[in-house]
């Protein structure tokens, strides 16, 4: 294999530090049982060599809600006594949200909108439950979550290769789908280590689209490039409160927040995202810093009166961030979030 890599033009090692110990063993990647699988994974940890490199191992955790698969997992690797849990980096999760029904990705109803994002909302419940499970086995939490998994997952459009598998544009609502599970992520940062969208190009909850010589980037993108200030900052503590929507799921009156977002700081310059669910109310929301004031501020937002708005190779910038003005007014801010949106404020602090 080390040959092989020489071939291909790449002489050093590639020093590769974290690995998963297979992929979805509850399914797909093997059929397990937990406790068959943590044997597995105890068996490939103690005998893959190492070659120097301080590897870390991430364990294949559960598919969405299925606590009994980390409760069993944790509990079997750890029969051995807790030095067990030593070499168990991460716990992965996977959990996908996707269309009901005959939808897709671009044609969905105004309740569709609302179904989607509060089944995406349910990683903040997954984490938390996961979080929990763990905690049996390893109360002080050797083993962090990562995610490895998410998002939405859709259909193929049609005008895409049928061997792309699932490749479609993502629209708005997408958008709203990746910012809020990013948003939850921050907020959870104490308990995730690691969060990895799967597929970047042209399968499920991509960031970009790529056909012969014609290559776009996906609502999913902005997201992720407005969200990438929060990455190497500090998570700080974000309350939120607006008049939840009110739904009709399965036949069941539920709620959905009206707002909800993250905050995190380097030095004195704070990130704040938001996304309001709204699809066509705007939402005007006091802004305050407790033990500082707020000097000066900008934003971009990710928002159309199209709640179906896409990009596309013929329209590649249909949809797009732009700039937005933030009034500051005796060290607080008073914002007015658009409906259907994804907002970043960048608040520099006294």
């Given at each position: 294999m080390s040959d092989l890599r020489v071939a291909g033009g790449d002489r050093e090692p590639f020093d590769v530090g974290y690995w998963g110990v297979g992929n979805e063993p509850w399914g797909c990647g093997g059929n397990f049982t937990p406790e068959e699988y943590a044997t597995e994974f105890r068996r490939y940890t103690a005998w893959v060599p190492k070659f120097g490199v301080p590897l870390k191992f991430i364990a294949a955790g559960p598919n969405g809600g299925d606590r009994e698969w980390t409760t069993r997992f944790f509990h079997s690797l750890t029969a051995r006594g807790p030095n067990a849990l030593n070499g168990v980096f991460g716990w992965a999760l996977h959990y996908y949200s996707g269309s009901t029904g005959d939808r897709n990705a671009v044609q969905f109803t105004t309740d569709d909108w609302y179904d989607l994002l509060a089944r995406a909302d349910r990683m903040e419940s997954l984490v938390t439950q996961h979080w929990a499970a763990m905690a049996e086995s390893d109360p002080t939490h050797k083993v962090k979550l990562i995610v490895d998994e998410w998002g939405a997952w859709h259909a193929g459009a049609a005008d895409m290769p049928p061997n792309y598998l699932w490749a479609y544009p993502g629209t708005l609502r997408d958008a709203l789908v990746a910012a809020l599970t990013l948003d939850t992520f921050n907020r959870h940062a104490d308990k995730i280590v690691m969060a990895n969208v799967a597929q970047l190009i042209n399968t499920i909850h991509s960031l970009f689209l790529a056909r012969e010589d014609r290559f776009i980037v996906t609502p999913n993108f902005h997201v992720f490039a407005m969200y990438a200030?929060?990455?190497?900052?500090?998570?700080?503590?974000?309350?939120?409160?607006?008049?939840?929507?009110?739904?009709?799921?399965?036949?069941?009156?539920?709620?959905?927040?009206?707002?909800?977002?993250?905050?995190?700081?380097?030095?004195?310059?704070?990130?704040?995202?938001?996304?309001?669910?709204?699809?066509?109310?705007?939402?005007?929301?006091?802004?305050?810093?407790?033990?500082?004031?707020?000097?000066?501020?900008?934003?971009?937002?990710?928002?159309?009166?199209?709640?179906?708005?896409?990009?596309?190779?013929?329209?590649?910038?249909?949809?797009?961030?732009?700039?937005?003005?933030?009034?500051?007014?005796?060290?607080?801010?008073?914002?007015?979030?658009?409906?259907?949106?994804?907002?970043?404020?960048?608040?520099a602090l006294d």
């Open positions: 200030a929060h990455q190497g900052a500090q998570s700080v503590r974000t309350v939120v409160s607006a008049p939840a929507i009110a739904l009709a799921r399965d036949g069941r009156a539920q709620a959905l927040w009206g707002l909800a977002g993250s905050a995190s700081r380097r030095g004195s310059e704070l990130t704040v995202t938001v996304v309001n669910p709204h699809a066509t109310d705007a939402h005007s929301c006091a802004i305050s810093v407790r033990g500082a004031t707020i000097r000066e501020g900008r934003a971009t937002v990710l928002n159309s009166s199209d709640l179906r708005a896409h990009n596309s190779f013929e329209q590649p910038d249909a949809l797009a961030p732009r700039e937005a003005t933030v009034n500051v007014a005796s060290g607080a801010v008073r914002h007015t979030f658009p409906a259907a949106s994804v907002t970043r404020l960048d608040l």
